[in-house]
């Protein structure tokens, strides 16, 4: 035992900060007059003063199309009937899941605190700066079964034509294609609020389908898949201070699915309208609400034109995701 402690002696870490940024970050997280919180990116906390994220997180849900605040008795209620499918989804599942996963999910139901928990990222790096809502989903009552519906996915969604999983592969992907660049430009485009703006009754009903039929899907439990997503999707409560909210619309934030059922609903559209554009569109990917492409000429100007505004119109017209794009270019910026 000693010769072990000898070998696993915990080594000391040397800080980055100066004792006067420990000591005025520590004053900061025990400020009531102002807010420490996350950047986006990663790019190291943050401080604002507490009225102006209050103001920044309210002015977020007002939005009535896609948030409804909820009383403490509502929320109770609708926490208590979310349990209650998650448990009729388990039994229901009883020849679907291993003895493992049915453990799992119903140890995952035995929660001290059943709520999700709503905050703000600082997008630091747009002009002006921006927030970025989140919803921690993790301890919640619908986080075992978001988790489980996430294992499900991930291997139907890795095999889009479209999908990427970093910078990384991206480069690798690119680093493969043998093309003449002379007639070859490059863009990016970025889809608007990507989560709150998939309709949820579009969403499913779209990858339902997709589930039962596509041959990527091949062994699945397709309709567990769905029932669970329903559940998911539809019953994201959550509370922000001593309030509480429904999300009614959109991607339910913070839940582990959400990435991979975002980028499945729209990868649906895009092995949909991918042939129409082939002559063109000789390279394309994509990284959530992020892609990036590269675009052959037309040696028609006015062809080439009329090919590039229909791309973009077709990616316009799914549901009521939008997409704002760079012109096209030989260089851009991405991820």
């Known amino acids: 035992m000693k010769l072990l402690g000898a070998q696993y002696r915990r080594r000391l870490i040397q800080p980055n900060l100066t004792p006067f940024q420990k000591h005025l970050l520590a004053q900061f997280l025990d400020s009531k007059e102002h807010q420490v919180f996350p950047s986006d990116k990663n790019l190291g906390p943050c401080v604002i003063e507490r009225t102006e994220y209050i103001l920044r997180t309210l002015d977020h849900l007002s939005d009535a199309t896609t948030y409804t605040q909820l009383s403490t008795e509502d929320a109770e209620r609708h926490v208590r009937d979310t349990g209650s499918l998650i448990e009729s989804f388990i039994v229901n599942m009883a020849s679907v899941l291993s003895p493992a996963d049915q453990t799992y999910l119903e140890r995952s139901l035995d929660v001290t605190d059943q709520y999700a928990y709503f905050y703000l990222m600082a997008k630091v790096h747009k002009t002006p700066w921006a927030v970025r809502p989140i919803v921690s989903v993790s301890g919640s009552i619908t986080h075992g079964l978001g988790c489980w519906l996430d294992q499900q996915l991930k291997p139907i969604v890795r095999q889009l034509p479209s999908?990427?999983?970093?910078?990384?592969?991206?480069?690798?992907?690119?680093?493969?294609?043998?093309?003449?660049?002379?007639?070859?430009?490059?863009?990016?485009?970025?889809?608007?609020?990507?989560?709150?703006?998939i309709d949820t009754d579009h969403a499913l009903e779209k990858i339902a389908v997709f589930l039962r039929t596509s041959p990527l899907c091949r062994g699945c439990p397709a309709n567990e898949i769905i029932k669970g997503l329903r559940i998911i999707m539809r019953n994201n409560v959550f509370k922000f201070g001593d309030t509480f909210w429904l999300q009614q619309d959109g991607t339910a934030m913070g839940t582990p699915p959400a990435p991979d059922y975002a980028t499945l609903y729209f990868g649906i559209h895009e092995l949909e309208i991918g042939p129409t554009f082939a002559h063109s569109l000789i390279a394309y990917f994509r990284y959530i609400d992020d892609c990036i492409g590269l675009w052959k000429h037309h040696p028609d100007p006015n062809v080439d034109l009329q090919n590039w505004n229909d791309f973009k119109f077709a990616m316009n017209t799914y549901g009521k995701l939008t997409w704002v794009f760079t012109p096209l270019s030989k260089r851009v910026d991405f991820m």
């Open 163 to 197: 999908y990427i999983e970093s910078s990384l592969a991206l480069k690798t992907q690119l680093s493969r294609l043998d093309l003449n660049f002379e007639n070859v430009l490059v863009f990016t485009c970025d889809a608007v609020s990507m989560y709150t703006h």
